[in-house]
């Protein structure tokens, strides 16, 4: 690989204006002398989520409508190619990642060498909500039973990639099953990876704004469809 040179931090958003400005704010500027651009992909959002981004100098690629939480990282990556990054890391935009660990991830990934370095809230769970941890060792099970691939936690929206492994990507979810489906490619590409703890910040926004029970069980319907194709 090249010296890496630019780090592109791709932030999924949808209606998050109350919170994005300060996320963005506290994303660092440089890691090891290596530019970090901030690419926020507004999910057809109703509120001022854009225009902040921009004040806040994020780069900012918009849906008209809302795609859903795959299509839109889907969309960043896009973004991040086309702007020729090295290393790319996908946060959550509602301020439950602390942007400051950016610089640990991307750290592990360079040391590795890995090709995928994943934040793993249940390696550090202090705080974490029991209903919260329950639901993701069961969504964890179904990953592993799909793609064969276990990992400490397979819904983490805070990854860091190598810009071979995002080229070696075949990503098509459009919903939050995109986490669990970056774990298939992890494991079929024979990626090399690593998971490290991080600390989730959970304010009562965060957990207003994370995955509902709605949404865990339409992530594990596209587990199982997927795991029916196969079959």
Do not use: W
Request: include cysteine.
């Amino acid at each position: 690989m090249r010296d890496p040179k630019t780090i592109a931090v791709v932030m999924p958003a949808h209606n998050e204006a109350q919170v994005i400005g300060a996320v963005i704010a506290n994303i660092p500027k440089k890691i090891r002398a290596m530019s970090v651009v901030t690419i926020v992909v507004d999910d057809g959002s109703s509120d001022a989520t854009a225009q902040i981004a921009r004040q806040q100098g994020a780069c900012v690629v918009r849906h008209l409508t809302n795609l859903g939480a795959g299509a839109a990282t889907l969309t960043g990556l896009e973004a991040a190619r086309k702007l020729d990054a090295d290393i790319i890391v996908t946060i959550d935009s509602d301020g439950q990642h602390d942007p400051a660990e950016i610089q640990s991830l991307v750290e592990a990934l360079l040391d590795g060498p890995y090709d995928v370095v994943i934040g793993s809230r249940l390696m550090d769970p202090e705080g974490m909500p029991a209903t919260r941890i329950a639901a993701n060792l069961l969504l964890n099970a179904i990953t592993y039973v799909v793609y064969r691939k276990i990992v400490s936690d397979s819904q983490s929206g805070f990854k860091v990639f190598s810009r071979s492994a995002l080229d070696a990507f075949d990503l098509r979810s459009a919903g939050y099953e995109v986490c669990s489906e970056i774990i298939g490619e992890v494991y079929r590409k024979n990626l090399r990876y690593k998971s490290i703890p991080v600390k989730a910040v959970y304010t009562r926004y965060s957990q207003a704004k994370g995955q509902h029970f709605l949404n865990g069980i339409n992530i594990i319907l596209g587990l199982l469809m997927r795991l029916m194709r196969r079959v």
